[in-house]
């Protein structure tokens, strides 16, 4: 079983959109927050985005006012909208969990590739 499970990755044009889900049913415990990483080629892996169990959102400036997480009502799907995306969106994005009790579970990385 795999706790977190990504999907919604792919090739996209520059200005285009992409939806990043990231089911996370396999999670035991209640979730504190969960989160989007990326590595962009060349880069270390940066934090996107954060939304609590209480609803609070937060982004990196370069994708502040492009993207928007979301999750469903039980907090089992992740999701990341990607908007107005640009070359420099390229990168692996990964979902990121971690619960109550301190647990923490990464996604297996989707694939974002920004390009005409």
């Known amino acids: 079983q795999v706790p977190l499970v990504e999907s919604g990755g792919g090739l996209v044009q520059p200005g285009g959109s992409l939806r990043l889900s990231c089911a996370a049913s396999?999670?035991?415990?209640?979730?504190?927050?969960m989160r989007w990483y990326r590595q962009r080629p060349g880069h270390e892996r940066e934090l996107v985005s954060t939304?609590?169990?209480?609803?609070?959102?937060s982004y990196v400036d370069a994708v502040e006012g492009r993207f928007t997480t979301s999750t469903d009502n039980d907090k089992k799907t992740l999701y990341l909208q990607m908007n107005a995306l640009t070359p420099d969106d390229t990168a692996v994005y990964y979902c990121?969990?971690?619960?109550?009790?301190?647990?923490?579970?990464w996604g297996q990385g989707t694939q974002v590739t920004v390009s005409s």
């Open positions: 990121y969990v971690r619960t109550s009790s301190r647990n923490t579970y």
């Open positions: 396999e999670i035991s415990g209640s979730v504190l927050y």
């Open positions: 939304i609590t169990n209480s609803g609070l959102i």
